[in-house]
Structure formats: structure tokens, C-alpha cells
């Protein structure tokens, strides 16, 4: 009786339990090997055994020194976990919720490695910075599946909720799967863990001026990389000099002397380059993640806006650039998929373009800028608040110090006062009506449909002209004079850019078109000479160019008399559809 109540007296009466120390001490060998717990359940099951040590009461001393080790050892595994799989632990019980006590930071460091799992943050994106090309590239749809952290707000966003900076930038970039940056293990430490200061501060200060200045060399290494070897372009390049690229490190050129560099293929050399951006990229490729913040909280904490950035917009109405869309006119750009609520349904396919440094081109990169709205406090794109340009690299910017703003479709010069009236189309309708909306984009799309009939117009001229050129080299004498007074007698060919063609102007200059065709086939048959192959391919393109610019010709002009007799389907197509949508 007498040891029972000393044995009461020492301790609560509990269950024996097994020593955890040996498996534990087998699980820390494996983390020092370098292997990295990446199940959370097998990460709880062994701090579990930890647990029934800590939490039994009344332990002797020499048990109590024990659950200190073993408390010790659980501290050191659980600082090699992934930020997933510390996170889980942490919310397995009361006790490690105690004992851990995760911060916001440790929650944001579990957000950024669930982004480079497919499952939470979609597709890998691959940027290649010598070239800026992208796998996937802007038009892909798989970047509507990718997924990006922000660290202030704790979500997994969307591109259109960040800056390009933000998902592109080397240190804000994600890694790519299975390299060294990817390998993530949490910032945790246990308070009362201290790591002793290094009192030595002659070698500190040694090592820090060692370290920057391998940081520099590796900078300077991947700026290389980077620019195809030409570094600042200033003095011979430095993919030409061997020793410069000896000195850096770069891997490929070392043990090699000049003459085996000078064999090399000037793609040979850009190829070894890509392999060393690469390597840098493994190594420091988002480092600097941690700071990425959705544009969203970047306004709440009035980081966006700034005097000196002229396409900022105002701090009542931030303006962010965002990434480039293709698209086959400016109509497409500013009203995307509007003909599906009118009558006169757009061509499936994109006219010409008649760029002259891009001959052939349908198409052209179209930048995005996202816009808050001060009404409803929403991201949207630009369009949304009926605010644009009529030309490609338009931009929205406002007046500056030592410049001019630039002018919207409606000939107003971008100014801070102005760009604090606009509000998306949902608050303006709300405030003015739908009336007074559908006035606003009825004016803004026929806008736009002119300078779209202008560019038609003079394409559907210019190929008649070109033909005009090319065949009066080859038209034999007794026929040019009659295929000059043709050409002379049509009136809309004199006009200047700015005209407009009209459906007889359109008739004329199909009938001027077959008159060409008519009068070589009267030289072949009478007098026995054949066509030159580029009037037969010229003919061909010009028929084909011709046809496909009548159609986005007609297409424009059935729109604008629907529209300036009824806009109210303007205002459906604009209340519909996401303001956040690209196209």
C-alpha cells in the first residue's frame, strides 16, 4: 500500500509506451541525407510518438530529461519539412498548434509551394529572357488554369491579378520543376532557439565581401546569357572573348582554347549560353516570391502609383500593365465577341492587315492594362470604361510634367482630372442610365469602324494600283493606252487615305479587276504571248486579298447602320460579359 501511494504521489498512473527515440533518430538520418518529408501523414504519424511523451504528467526526472531530447529532436525534424507538410502537422492536434504556432509567413511559404504543384497552380511556364518567348505562350488557354500566390492576402490568383513583373521577373518567376529553387523547406525556428551571432567580425566582413562578389559575377554571368552574349554592346562581345567567359564561369567554355571557340557556330555558342541562364535560373529563379502581392493589395497599401509614371493612371484610378492579346483589328480589341449580339455576324477570319513590315500579317499583339474602378472596387480591363486609343501602341498616358498626354478616341488629352471621372460600364450604367451608356459605346465602336473602313478601303485600292504597276512593265503598247484610260476613269482611285468606298466604288473596282484579266487573255490569244507568271500570282492574291476585305468591309458596314439605329445591344454585350476577360 505504501508504494502504491508513493508511486501516486510521483506521477499520474499511465499507459506504458514505447521509446521513440530509435525511430526518430532513423527519420533524422534520412532529413540529413537531404530527403525532404513531403507526406503529411507520415510526418504526423511519427511526430505523434513524440506527442504521448511530451503530454504524459507527473514523469520522473529522468524521464522528464528524456521527453526534453526527444522534444529537441521533434524540433529539428520538423524544421526540414516542405512548408505543406508543416502546416499539416501543425493542425493535427491542440498540442503541436501550441508548440508550432504557425505566422502568416509560414501560411504564405505553404501557398507559394502549393503553386508549383499542377494540381493548385496549373501548367509550368517556362520564360526564356534572351527572347522573351514564352511555353505556353500569351495565347494559349492554359494560362487560364495557372495560378500565382500572393503572400498578402494568402490566394492562389490569376495572371490578371498581378503585374508582368510579378510573374515574370527571375526572383518572382516560379522555379521549374526540379531544380534546386524548387526545393522549398520551411522558415520555421523555435523562439527560445537562438542562433549564436558570429562574433568575428573581421571574418563576417570577409565573407560578406566574398559572397557579393560571387553575386555579382553570377548577375553579370546571366546577363550575358541573357542578351546572346552581347553583353552592354559596348567593345568587342563577350561571347567572342574566351577569357571573359572563362572568368565568369560559364559552363561549356571551360578547358576549350580560342581555336576550338572560333570552330564554334554562333548558335553552338547561344545554345551553351541558354544552358547556363538555365543553371542560374534553377539556382535563383523566385527567390524573391515571398514579396509578391496581387494588384489589389498593392492599391491598399499605395504601392502602384507614382508621379513620374505616366501610364500609372491616378491613385483614385490605378492603371496596370498586363500582358499582350492577339487580335485581327481594333474592333476586336475594344468590343470582343460584339457581333454575337448584333445581326451582321463577323467574318471568321481575319482581314489583311497591309502592314509594310509585316507583309501577309491578320494579326497583331494587342497590350492589356487592368483598371480599378472606384465605384465597385473591381479589376477590369481598360475597355471597360469605354477609355482607348484608335492606333496600335496607343497607351493611356496622362499628362506629365514635361509632356503632353496622350488623346482617347473622343480627342480628349489624358489628364489626371479626366481619368478620375471614368467608372466601369456597370457603375455608369448605374449613374446615368443605360441610355447614356449605349450612346458612349455606340460613338466609341463607329468610331473605330471608320478607321477600320479607312484602312479596308485603301487596301481594296492599293492592290488595284499594285496590278496597275506590275502589268503596265509587260502590257504590249496597243493595249496599255486602253488599260491606262480604265484606271483613269475610275474616281475613287484618286481619292486620298482618308476615303471611304462606297458599294459602286466596290462594283467599279471588281469590274476594273476582270477588265485587267480580260485584256491579257486577249494577248495570249491573239497575240501568242504567254502571261509572266508573277501578273497570273499577282492576279491570284489580289482576287483573294480583294474578296476578304469586301467581306470585313460588309461586315463593318451592316454593323454601323444597326448599331446608329439601335445601340441597346451594345449595352447588352457590355453588362454581360467579365470585365476581367481578355477577349
Known amino acids: 500500500?505504501?508504494?502504491?501511494?508513493?508511486?501516486?504521489?510521483?506521477?499520474?498512473?499511465?499507459?506504458?509506451?514505447?521509446?521513440?527515440?530509435?525511430?526518430?533518430?532513423?527519420?533524422?538520418?534520412?532529413?540529413?541525407?537531404?530527403?525532404?518529408?513531403?507526406?503529411?501523414?507520415?510526418?504526423?504519424?511519427?511526430?505523434?510518438?513524440?506527442?504521448?511523451?511530451?503530454?504524459?504528467?507527473?514523469?520522473?526526472?529522468?524521464?522528464?530529461?528524456?521527453?526534453?531530447?526527444?522534444?529537441?529532436?521533434?524540433?529539428?525534424?520538423?524544421?526540414?519539412?516542405?512548408?505543406?507538410?508543416?502546416?499539416?502537422?501543425?493542425?493535427?492536434?491542440?498540442?503541436?498548434?501550441?508548440?508550432?504556432?504557425?505566422?502568416?509567413?509560414?501560411?504564405?511559404?505553404?501557398?507559394?509551394?502549393?503553386?508549383?504543384?499542377?494540381?493548385?497552380?496549373?501548367?509550368?511556364?517556362?520564360f526564356r529572357s534572351r527572347d522573351a518567348s514564352l511555353i505556353p505562350d500569351w495565347t494559349d488557354?492554359?494560362?487560364?488554369?495557372?495560378?500565382?500566390?500572393?503572400?498578402?492576402?494568402?490566394?492562389?490568383?490569376?495572371?490578371?491579378?498581378?503585374?508582368?513583373?510579378?510573374?515574370?521577373?527571375?526572383?518572382?518567376?516560379?522555379?521549374?520543376?526540379?531544380?534546386?529553387?524548387?526545393?522549398?523547406?520551411?522558415t520555421w525556428e523555435q523562439t527560445r532557439h537562438i542562433p549564436h551571432r558570429n562574433t568575428n567580425t573581421e571574418q563576417a566582413e570577409l565573407d560578406a565581401k566574398v559572397s557579393l562578389w560571387e553575386a555579382q559575377k553570377q548577375r553579370f554571368r546571366y546577363f550575358i546569357c541573357v542578351t546572346s552574349g552581347k553583353g552592354h554592346l559596348s567593345g568587342d562581345f563577350p561571347i567572342n572573348n574566351l577569357d571573359l567567359l572563362q572568368y565568369y564561369g560559364m559552363e561549356g567554355f571551360k578547358g576549350i582554347n580560342q581555336d576550338q571557340l572560333d570552330k564554334m557556330t554562333q548558335q553552338d555558342r547561344i545554345n551553351l549560353l541558354d544552358q547556363n541562364a538555365l543553371a542560374v535560373e534553377g539556382e535563383n529563379c523566385g527567390k524573391k516570391r515571398w514579396l509578391r502581392k496581387c494588384n489589389e493589395c498593392r492599391f491598399q497599401q499605395d504601392e502602384i502609383w507614382q508621379l513620374f509614371d505616366e501610364t500609372g493612371g491616378t491613385r483614385r484610378l490605378p492603371i496596370i500593365p498586363s500582358r499582350q492579346v492577339v487580335f485581327g483589328s481594333r474592333v476586336d480589341r475594344y468590343f470582343p465577341g460584339v457581333s454575337e449580339y448584333l445581326n451582321h455576324k463577323r467574318p471568321l477570319f481575319n482581314a489583311p492587315l497591309g502592314l509594310f513590315h509585316r507583309k501577309g500579317a491578320r494579326e497583331q499583339h494587342w497590350s492589356?492594362?487592368?483598371?480599378?474602378?472606384?465605384?465597385?472596387?473591381?479589376?477590369?480591363?481598360?475597355?471597360?470604361?469605354?477609355?482607348?486609343?484608335?492606333?496600335?501602341?496607343?497607351?493611356?498616358?496622362?499628362?506629365?510634367?514635361?509632356?503632353?498626354?496622350?488623346?482617347?478616341?473622343?480627342?480628349?488629352?489624358?489628364?489626371?482630372?479626366?481619368?478620375?471621372?471614368?467608372?466601369?460600364?456597370?457603375?455608369?450604367?448605374?449613374?446615368?442610365?443605360?441610355?447614356?451608356?449605349?450612346?458612349?459605346?455606340?460613338?466609341?465602336?463607329?468610331?473605330?469602324?471608320?478607321?477600320?473602313?479607312?484602312?479596308?478601303?485603301?487596301?481594296?485600292?492599293?492592290?488595284?494600283?499594285?496590278?496597275?504597276?506590275?502589268?503596265g512593265q509587260h502590257l504590249p503598247w496597243k493595249y496599255s493606252n486602253e488599260w491606262s484610260r480604265s484606271m483613269q476613269n475610275t474616281p475613287c482611285l484618286q481619292q486620298d487615305f482618308n476615303y471611304i468606298l462606297k458599294s459602286n466604288d466596290i462594283t467599279m473596282l471588281k469590274f476594273r479587276r476582270e477588265k485587267c484579266r480580260y485584256i491579257w487573255e486577249r494577248i495570249q490569244i491573239k497575240d501568242d504571248k504567254r502571261v509572266p507568271e508573277d501578273i497570273d500570282a499577282l492576279y491570284d492574291d489580289l482576287g483573294r486579298i480583294f474578296d476578304e476585305c469586301e467581306e470585313h468591309w460588309k461586315w463593318l458596314q451592316g454593323c454601323k447602320r444597326e448599331i446608329e439605329e439601335q445601340p441597346e445591344p451594345l449595352v447588352e454585350w457590355a453588362l454581360s460579359r467579365d470585365g476581367a476577360l481578355f477577349a
Open 368 to 471: 492589356m492594362w487592368m483598371v480599378r474602378c472606384p465605384g465597385c472596387a473591381r479589376w477590369q480591363e481598360l475597355r471597360e470604361f469605354r477609355f482607348g486609343g484608335t492606333h496600335h501602341h496607343w497607351k493611356p498616358a496622362r499628362r506629365g510634367p514635361n509632356r503632353e498626354g496622350d488623346i482617347t478616341w473622343d480627342e480628349k488629352e489624358i489628364t489626371e482630372p479626366l481619368l478620375n471621372t471614368y467608372r466601369c460600364n456597370s457603375c455608369f450604367a448605374k449613374t446615368h442610365g443605360r441610355q447614356e451608356l449605349g450612346k458612349v459605346l455606340s460613338d466609341w465602336l463607329l468610331c473605330l469602324i471608320g478607321h477600320e473602313l479607312h484602312n479596308l478601303s485603301w487596301q481594296l485600292s492599293s492592290g488595284l494600283h499594285d496590278l496597275q504597276t506590275l502589268t
Open 141 to 186: 488557354p492554359a494560362w487560364e488554369k495557372m495560378r500565382w500566390a500572393c503572400t498578402n492576402c494568402l490566394r492562389l490568383l490569376s495572371h490578371k491579378h498581378f503585374d508582368n513583373h510579378s510573374i515574370l521577373r527571375l526572383r518572382y518567376r516560379k522555379p521549374l520543376p526540379g531544380s534546386p529553387a524548387a526545393r522549398m523547406v520551411t
Open 1 to 126: 500500500m505504501e508504494e502504491e501511494v508513493g508511486r501516486l504521489s510521483r506521477g499520474k498512473k499511465r499507459k506504458a509506451i514505447p521509446n521513440p527515440t530509435e525511430k526518430f533518430m532513423t527519420l533524422a538520418d534520412a532529413l540529413v541525407a537531404g530527403e525532404i518529408i513531403s507526406e503529411p501523414n507520415q510526418a504526423i504519424q511519427e511526430a505523434r510518438a513524440v506527442e504521448d511523451v511530451i503530454e504524459v504528467e507527473g514523469m520522473e526526472e529522468e524521464e522528464s530529461s528524456n521527453s526534453e531530447a526527444e522534444e529537441l529532436l521533434a524540433c529539428y525534424i520538423i524544421r526540414l519539412l516542405d512548408p505543406i507538410s508543416f502546416i499539416s502537422i501543425s493542425q493535427a492536434n491542440a498540442h503541436f498548434r501550441r508548440f508550432i504556432n504557425p505566422k502568416q509567413k509560414h501560411f504564405a511559404e505553404r501557398l507559394l509551394a502549393l503553386e508549383l504543384v499542377p494540381e493548385y497552380g496549373g501548367p509550368y511556364l517556362f
